[in-house]
Nanobody, 125 residues
Framework: QVQLVESGGGLVQAGGSLRLSCAAS????????MGWFRQAPGKEREFVAA????????YYADSVKGRFTISRVNAKNTVYMQMNMLKPEDTAVYYC??????????????????WGQGTQVTVSS
């Protein structure tokens, strides 16, 4: 069992930056692949980024490629997402998720076994 707690969301102007964190409980964090998803009002939850168990491989949605960076520190049981050049369309609740299969990376919701409660990101124009 893994519990995930996101933090770092907030209100930012377009062009600004935020860094999301996801802290995981449990001793097996280092074997999980981790992902970030987001859900805007009235829309389906969508994949944003993922990282494999070791941090050697990452994958991004086209909409955030070049602007967002996912990383992890296994010694701290934490995964991060640095978000730069934010746009109003990035406004959503952001969720982190854990996949018991640490590799390969899966960009689909059904691959993930554990989810956090989400953190709100709002980008004003």
């Amino acid at each position: 069992q893994v519990q995930l707690v996101e933090s770092g969301g907030g209100l930012v102007q377009a062009g600004g930056s935020l860094r999301l964190s996801c802290a995981a409980s449990g001793r097996t964090f280092s074997i999980y692949a981790m992902g970030w998803f987001r859900q805007a009002p009235g829309k389906e939850r969508e994949f944003v980024a993922a990282i494999n168990w070791s941090g050697s491989n990452t994958y991004y949605a086209d909409s955030v490629k070049g602007r967002f960076t996912i990383s992890r520190v296994n010694a701290k049981n934490t995964v991060y997402m640095q978000m730069n050049m934010l746009k109003p369309e990035d406004t959503a609740v952001y969720y982190c998720a854990a996949d018991q299969l640490g590799d390969p990376i899966a960009p689909t919701r059904r691959a993930y076994d554990y989810w956090g409660q989400g953190t709100q990101v709002t980008v004003s124009s």
